[in-house]
């Protein structure tokens, strides 16, 4: 009997004293990141059979187990990631802020201030400082466009070497978790789970996830798999893949993200999946969603404003001697790619000849910068040799047997099938199905644009043409204004024509003639047409005239070319109305083009694009951050140390350690009583 009291103590006391080394491991881990609450977990030991029934044997210690639940931690860790993306987005987000700077510091101001000096040039078309004033106001709107690309560019540059410092860090945690596995896979094979080094897998898991969008998967070993990217493998067992940052195969300044596999092959992981979540998907949402709409705003404002500025300026006179047409203001890209310097970038992956070189290639040529959107296309070869190309925006797609027209893939009313994005597509080679180039007709002229006109007399203040009323006409018609229209137009040639209005109904005709520097003539034309108040004389396709008042029959109104350009402003007019004029992003209709905005209301847009992007991913950030919150708390309260409760368990199993110990005490007292009795003591 005294036997069995000393077994059944010596377990109790076993039993109390590893609940309290237990208990103290909660207290001193209680502030640990991760550690998950243990408890002894005990049975009681089979009872002896005895003539009275089953005397208890006392307890067994069975196991340590922890407060966990899977499905809290796998919440956690999903929520964890989310907050990890909408927090870094933010972040990045609020950074692109300064590349489109509001007030003085801005584009919108820069271009108003260059129209500003537009009509003070017209109103003193011929001296020199309000010329350079042009000149200097045009410089800093180029700077400023300068300025914001070399800022998304940094921005670009700064993403890539952050994804490279995070791919460091998910190795060396993947790396550690596939080193648990086979810790705990080793251990657990023995009968017991390692709670500690479960808690420690568990918390690196819940800072991989800060990264990336992970899923995880439990073996029966007690490991877990770490998939990612959709499906890609991470960790499997003891084994961990490496990531590695790598270029795109279409933009060499982006980068992606691959898998390095044990056999050395990499597989191109899936941006867009890997966007899902973390830290990771926020910088590769940023560089192939954010970045990409703001580098393409600002290049189509540049294009589209230099190319009509460029167009004004070849419309007018200068004041050279003799007078020629004004030479460009800005950097001609419509020029240049026409020459064929813009191209498309060939896939990585392209089909190439025997020197390495892609055997095609894809030139884009401007034709309508007006039109050009602020967006980026992949253009891709298909089995028969035609072409899809795929706008980035937003994955519509265009159909195309050569490059030079393209048709909707799917037309929505009230859409028309044909698409003009503003430029066309030159191919060579011919390219093999499957190529793919990236299209950015825009996307590096905010970075390269530049004032080309350093003379001051370069600028064309002088319209190229007057119009003069008769002084005999009986009507009340006097001249508004002669603009030029047609790009054809050579403003070097002298031109002679007469508009003589037939009746008192607005119908008139109009006569003219070209002649070189010898007076001879080159070129004539008779047009014939209807005004009416509001409405322009149309000049035989090349000029517009727009009258105050009404003529009678027999009016006339003289054409010529103008004979002072030093004392005319009618091209400096024209520059300064494109303040008003719808020049950037326009709508082809087979009518003529429609829609638009003016330079300054694109950049508002700008503006108002970034801003809404930013106030989006604050709003997302705040619930995003609060959720992960409310799933810590909900994981903590099942597996978080709860001082005070562990403080009173200390007390209970203090009690039961030295309630154990008196039981042993009296099995001592019972065994010395036995040995004084069968001594005979």
Excluded: C
């Excluded at 260059?114 to 009509?119: G, M, P, Q």
């Excluded at 392209?350 to 892609?358: F, L, M």
């Excluded at 265009?398 to 191919?427: C, E």
Aim: hydrophobic share 40%; no cysteine; net charge negative.
């Amino acid at each position: 009997m005294a036997i069995s009291l000393f077994s059944i103590a010596g377990r109790a006391m076993s039993a109390s004293y590893a609940a309290l080394q237990t208990t103290s491991h909660n207290v001193a881990n209680a502030s640990v990141q991760g550690y998950s609450r243990q408890r002894v977990e005990q049975e009681a030991v089979m009872g002896r059979r005895a003539g009275a029934g089953f005397i208890g044997a006392g307890v067994n210690v069975t196991t340590v187990s922890r407060a966990h639940s899977e499905f809290l931690t796998r919440e956690a860790r999903s929520s964890t990631s989310l907050a990890a993306l909408d927090s870094t987005h933010l972040e990045l987000l609020s950074s692109l802020e300064d590349a489109f700077p509001t007030g003085e510091g801005g584009v919108g101001q820069a271009v108003t201030d260059l129209f500003s000096a537009f009509s003070d040039l017209a109103s003193y078309p011929a001296d020199t400082s309000a010329r350079e004033a042009v000149l200097a106001r045009a410089d800093e709107l180029a700077q400023r466009f300068a300025t914001a690309g070399e800022h998304i560019d940094a921005l670009q540059s700064g993403v890539v070497t952050d994804l490279r410092n995070s791919v460091s860090s998910i190795n060396q945690l993947s790396g550690n978790i596939a080193r648990l596995n086979q810790e705990i896979a080793g251990l657990q094979a023995q009968g017991q789970a390692p709670n500690d080094l479960l808690d420690k897998r568990d918390q690196m898991l819940q800072e991989l996830s800060g990264f990336l969008p992970i899923t995880t998967i439990a073996a029966d070993d007690g490991s877990v798999g770490v998939f990612t990217a959709g499906g890609q493998r991470l960790v499997l067992g003891k084994e961990a893949a490496k990531l590695e940052v790598q270029s795109d195969s279409l933009d060499p300044s982006r980068a992606t993200l691959g898998l390095r596999e044990a056999n050395g092959t990499v597989i191109r992981l899936d941006s867009t999946a890997l966007s899902a979540g973390g830290s990771v998907g926020a910088m590769l949402r940023f560089q192939n969603q954010d970045l990409v709409a703001a580098r393409n705003s600002l290049g189509q404002m540049a294009t589209a404003l230099s190319a009509r500025m460029n167009q004004q300026q070849a419309r007018g006179l200068d004041l050279g001697s003799p007078s020629g047409a004004g030479q460009a203001l800005f950097t001609d890209f419509v020029q240049q790619s026409q020459s064929g310097a813009l191209t498309g970038r060939p896939d990585t992956r392209n089909s190439r000849d025997a020197s390495g070189n892609p055997v095609a290639t894809v030139e884009i040529h401007i034709d309508d910068a007006s039109l050009l959107e602020a967006a980026e296309y992949t253009l891709e070869t298909q089995a028969d040799g035609s072409f899809v190309m795929t706008r980035g925006s937003d994955g519509e797609r265009f159909l195309s047997a050569d490059g030079s027209s393209f048709t909707r893939a799917t037309v929505t009313p009230p859409a028309t099938s044909d698409f003009h994005p503003g430029f066309t597509l030159a191919i060579s080679g011919p390219p093999a199905p499957g190529d793919r180039f990236l299209l950015q007709p825009v996307g590096q002229s905010a970075l390269n644009i530049r004032r080309v006109l350093d003379n001051p007399r370069g600028l064309a203040a002088s319209a190229p043409i007057t119009a003069t009323a008769t002084a005999g006409n009986t009507g009340t018609a006097t001249v508004g204004s002669l603009t030029v229209t047609a790009s054809s137009f050579d403003p070097t040639r002298k031109l002679q024509g007469t508009v003589t209005f037939t009746d008192d109904s607005g119908g008139y005709t109009y006569d003219w003639q070209q002649l070189d520097a010898s007076n001879t003539v080159v070129a004539s034309g008779t047009a014939s047409g209807t005004w009416a108040s509001g409405k322009a004389v149309d000049l035989d396709g090349f000029a517009e005239l727009k009258l105050s008042g009404s003529p009678k029959a027999g009016d006339t109104i003289g054409i010529a070319t103008t004979p002072y350009p030093g004392r005319n402003n009618g091209n400096a007019q024209a520059l300064t109305a494109l303040r008003t004029e719808t020049l950037v992003g326009r709508d082809w209709t087979s009518g003529g083009n429609t829609g638009g905005a003016t330079a300054t209301d694109a950049y508002a847009a700008a503006l108002a694009d970034v801003g809404t992007r930013v106030q989006s991913a604050e709003f997302a950030s705040d619930i995003s951050s609060a959720a992960a919150t409310a799933a810590l708390e909900r994981r903590d309260s099942v597996s978080g140390v709860d001082l005070d409760e562990e403080a009173a368990r200390l007390l209970e199993f203090q009690k039961s350690y030295q309630a154990a110990a008196k039981v042993l005490q009296t099995a001592q007292a019972v065994f010395d009583a036995l040995l004084d009795a069968t001594s005979g003591r």
